[in-house]
């Protein structure tokens, strides 16, 4: 692979992409355009449009994507990588194709698993940040919590992700505000820790989650919570009660600065100790890693 390369993170509502000299990032572009905005399957166009200027002055880089773009509803589907998986692993599934302008173009596979429940696990675009992290800090076991609108749970020893649990926690949030009794006719949410703090207490209530949920209804009609401050209550409530899962060791906490402001706030209050890393210097790490073992990319 030349020394520049450009490392792609599409996923179903956002699109990230960096100029990489090396293992160093030298320009980037952020834009809404992920796998829900675009039309009739144009990724390549889409592609092109957004890295244009860099192929201009470049010519034909080679470019590595992952996350949704390499699912069922993406450019290609690349079959998960099943059970345990490392850096070579996730290289050796990638799936290789040529761009209309002359750029080889790798998309990776994402990771198929089984919960500590038993039951069936994936991810796309976490594994990179996962490995990325191992790539980041050097220890023989690694817990680690990635979150968002599925939030992951992840273990990983000498660099290779054993195991990895979903927690729907942004996404019923998002359910919640938008399409429930308990976010409708809300004035504008403002910042409320106190409420937030109220909503990580009372996930520890030794309750079933769908019975806790009403005390959103319920404190907002007598008044407990103000009616601004809602969802950071439901927030609370919903953090807690994921984070209440993590077993008692430290963690690293991989995500963008609003949640790893919002979770180690949880933490905090739960006693969990965890350690903030950028998401998005895991997943320049992670894919800089991986394609190196790219075969015929070196």
């Known amino acids: 692979m030349s020394e520049k390369w450009i490392a792609i993170d599409w996923g179903t509502t956002n699109f990230r992409a960096w100029l990489m000299q090396g293992e160093t990032p030298i320009s980037s572009v952020n834009d809404a355009c992920g796998l829900?905005?675009?039309?009739?399957?144009?990724?390549?166009?889409?592609?092109?449009?957004?890295?244009?200027?860099?192929?201009?002055?470049?010519?034909?880089l080679p470019v590595l994507m992952a996350g949704m773009v390499g699912s069922q509803q993406g450019w290609v589907n690349v079959p998960y990588c099943k059970g345990r998986v490392d850096a070579p692993t996730l290289a050796a599934g990638a799936h290789l194709l040529h761009t209309e302008w002359g750029s080889p173009a790798w998309i990776l596979p994402g990771v198929a698993s089984v919960s500590d429940v038993g039951l069936p696990e994936v991810m796309r675009g976490e594994e990179v940040q996962l490995i990325g992290l191992a790539t980041s800090v050097?220890?023989?076991?690694?817990?680690?919590?990635?979150?968002?609108?599925?939030?992951?749970?992840?273990?990983l020893e000498k660099g290779v992700i054993q195991h990895f649990s979903t927690y729907m926690t942004g996404e019923l949030y998002q359910l919640l505000m938008a399409h429930s009794l308990l976010g409708r006719d809300l004035p504008d949410q403002q910042p409320d820790p106190h409420a937030?703090?109220?909503?990580?207490?009372?996930?520890?209530?030794?309750?079933?989650?769908?019975?806790?949920?009403?005390?959103?209804?319920?404190?907002?009609?007598?008044?407990?919570?103000?009616?601004?401050?809602?969802?950071?209550?439901?927030?609370?409530?919903?953090?807690?009660?994921?984070?209440?899962?993590?077993?008692?060791?430290?963690?690293?906490l991989i995500a963008s600065d609003e949640l790893l402001h919002r979770y180690q706030r949880a933490a905090s209050q739960l006693g969990l100790t965890v350690e903030p890393l950028s998401d998005e210097r895991c997943f320049i790490a992670g894919m800089n890693q991986i394609r190196m073992s790219l075969p015929g990319a070196n």
């Open 36 to 60: 829900l905005q675009v039309a009739d399957q144009q990724f390549e166009t889409t592609l092109l449009s957004r890295i244009t200027h860099w192929l201009a002055e470049y010519g034909p």
């Open 138 to 155: 050097k220890a023989p076991r690694l817990c680690a919590i990635l979150p968002g609108t599925h939030s992951k749970h992840a273990f």
């Open 196 to 252: 937030f703090d109220i909503g990580i207490e009372h996930s520890g209530l030794h309750a079933p989650l769908s019975h806790l949920l009403f005390s959103v209804r319920t404190l907002r009609l007598h008044g407990e919570v103000a009616l601004t401050g809602i969802g950071d209550y439901l927030s609370g409530l919903l953090t807690g009660e994921e984070l209440r899962q993590c077993p008692h060791e430290p963690h690293w």
